[in-house]
C-alpha cells in the first residue's frame, strides 16, 4: 500500500454501535458523525451498526460521500453472557475491513454490555478499540427492587465489568468529567486503562433560539418530562409528586409526559392512582419533540443519575427553561441556577416556580455560556486530542514490536 493510501486508510473512523434499541446514545453518534463529516479534514467515517440503532443515526448524520452504512446484528439480552452466539456474523463481517486498515475503532456504547462481540474480535487480532461509554452505572442499581435471582444475576455482571470487560478497551471515554470520575471508581482490572470524557454535541453552532413572545409568568405552570420513563435512573415520578404538591397549593399546573420505557405503565397507573388524570397527557415517543414544546414549558429532569443528557442540552438550544436535580453532571453542564436544591418534592416545586419567573432575556443569556462546550467544533476539537493520545499508545506498541523484529533479525 503506498503511502498515500495508507494516510487515507489511517484517517478512517469505524464507529460500531449494536444496540437492540435506539435512544440518546444512538442520537448522540448521529451528531458526532455529522459534527466529524463537517469539521475534520479529509474524513471518512464508516457507521457499523443494527438497523434499530441506524433509525436514530441516519436521519441525523444524513448521507455524505465520505459516509458508509453497514448494517449488524444487534446486541441480545443479558448481553454479557449471550454475546458469544453474534461472534461468528460479526467475525465475517468485520474480516473484509481488517484487509482494507487500517482504521481507528470507535465503540459507542449505551452501557458496557454493549459491542461485546465485535470487541472480542477485535481483541483476537491484537486491537483494543476506543469506547465512547454513555451509561456507566452498575447493573445492580437497576435491580435493587428486582427479585433475588435478578440481584445476584446483576451483581455477578458488575463483577464481570469491573473486573474484565473495561480493561479490554485502550481508552474509554464518558460524556462528561462528572461520569468520568464515576468510572474511575469502578475500575478493578489489572490492565492500564486511559480514561476521558468528551461532551456530546447536538449541532450546536450559534446562539439559542428565543421561542415566541415572553410576556411575564403564565397563570398556568407547564411542566414537561420528555425521555426514557425509568424509575431507577430518571426519577420519573417525581414529576407526580411535584404536580400533586403544586395542584394541593392551589397552583394551576399540567404535565405533559413525551417518551416511554420499562416504567410507562406503572407510571399511568400511579397517575390514576393519584387522581392526576385530569392534569397529565401522554405523547409517545417524538424524533422531534421541541415542535411540540410551548414558549412558557418547563422541562423537568428530576435524574438520579445522567451522563450528560442530550434533553437539557436540545432544551437550551431551543431556548426552553429547564429545573434539573442537584447531580453533578448537570452542574457541569447547566447553568446553576436551573438546578434544584435537593431532591425533594418542595425543593423541586420552588425552583420551577423560580425558573417560570425567569426573565427570557436573561435565560437566552445563561444559555449562550453554557452551550459553548457543546458545539460541534468543540467537539471535534476534543475527539481528535482523544484520537491522538490513544494513537501515541498504538504507535509506540508498533515501534516496540518493529524494534523487537529487527534485533531477532540482527541475531
Known amino acids: 500500500m503506498n503511502q498515500c493510501c495508507s494516510a487515507q486508510m489511517a484517517s478512517t473512523i469505524i464507529l460500531v454501535d449494536d444496540a437492540h434499541t435506539f435512544g440518546g446514545a444512538q442520537i448522540a453518534l448521529g451528531w458526532a458523525i455529522r459534527s466529524l463529516l463537517s469539521h475534520r479534514p479529509t474524513p471518512r467515517v464508516i457507521c ?36 458469544p452466539l453474534r461472534l461468528w456474523p460479526f467475525y465475517k463481517l468485520m474480516r473484509a475491513l481488517f484487509r482494507q486498515g487500517p482504521y481507528t475503532w470507535w465503540l459507542n456504547l449505551a452501557g458496557i454490555e454493549f459491542g461485546l462481540a465485535p470487541l472480542l474480535i477485535l481483541r ?20 435493587a427492587n428486582k427479585s433475588l435471582s435478578t440481584r445476584i444475576v446483576s451483581r455477578v455482571r ?23 470520575s464515576f468510572l474511575k471508581g469502578r475500575l478493578r482490572s489489572g490492565n492500564p486503562i486511559q480514561t476521558g470524557y468528551l461532551y456530546p454535541t447536538t449541532g450546536v453552532e450559534s446562539e439559542p433560539k428565543p421561542r415566541g413572545l415572553d410576556k411575564g409568568v403564565p397563570p398556568a405552570l407547564d411542566v414537561w418530562m420528555i425521555g426514557r420513563v425509568e424509575y431507577a435512573s430518571k426519577n420519573n415520578m417525581a414529576a407526580l409528586h411535584v404536580l400533586a404538591h403544586l395542584l394541593e397549593q392551589e397552583r394551576s399546573a399540567r404535565l405533559t409526559v413525551v417518551g416511554n420505557g420499562p416504567d410507562l405503565a406503572s407510571f399511568r397507573e400511579a397517575t390514576r392512582n393519584l387522581g392526576l388524570e385530569d392534569h397529565v397527557r401522554f405523547v409517545d415517543w417524538e424524533k422531534n419533540p421541541w415542535k411540540l414544546v410551548p414558549v412558557r414549558a418547563i422541562v423537568l429532569i428530576p435524574s438520579f443519575y445522567e451522563g450528560m443528557p442530550l434533553v437539557a442540552t436540545e432544551a437550551m438550544l431551543h431556548g426552553i427553561r429547564i429545573v434539573a436535580s442537584p447531580i453533578p453532571a448537570f452542574a ?33 443569556a445563561l444559555y449562550a455560556t453554557a452551550l459553548d462546550k457543546f458545539t460541534a467544533q468543540a467537539f471535534v476539537t476534543k475527539f481528535q486530542s482523544i484520537l491522538q493520545a ?3 499508545e ?4 508498533i515501534k516496540e514490536a518493529t524494534t523487537g523484529r529487527k534485533k531477532s533479525g540482527d541475531r
Open 332 to 364: 457541569e453542564g447547566i447553568p446553576n441556577e436551573l438546578i434544584a436544591d435537593a431532591f425533594s418534592t418542595e425543593a423541586f416545586a420552588d425552583k420551577i416556580e423560580e425558573v417560570a419567573a425567569i426573565n427570557q432575556e436573561r435565560l437566552i
Open 48 to 83: 457499523v451498526c443494527s438497523p434499530s440503532a441506524r433509525k436514530a443515526i441516519q436521519p441525523i448524520a444524513g448521507e455524505h460521500p465520505n459516509l458508509r452504512y453497514i448494517d449488524c446484528p444487534p446486541a441480545l439480552p443479558l448481553n454479557v453472557f449471550t454475546f
Open 394 to 397: 498504538s504507535s509506540n506498541k
Open 390 to 392: 490513544a494513537g501515541t
Open 124 to 143: 483476537l487480532h491484537g486491537l483494543r478499540p476506543i469506547a465512547w461509554l454513555h451509561n456507566s452505572v452498575p447493573f445492580s442499581s437497576y435491580s
Open 158 to 180: 458488575d463483577a464481570v465489568a469491573n473486573r474484565v470487560l473495561f480493561g479490554l478497551y485502550r481508552c474509554i471515554v464518558t460524556p462528561s468529567l462528572a461520569t468520568e
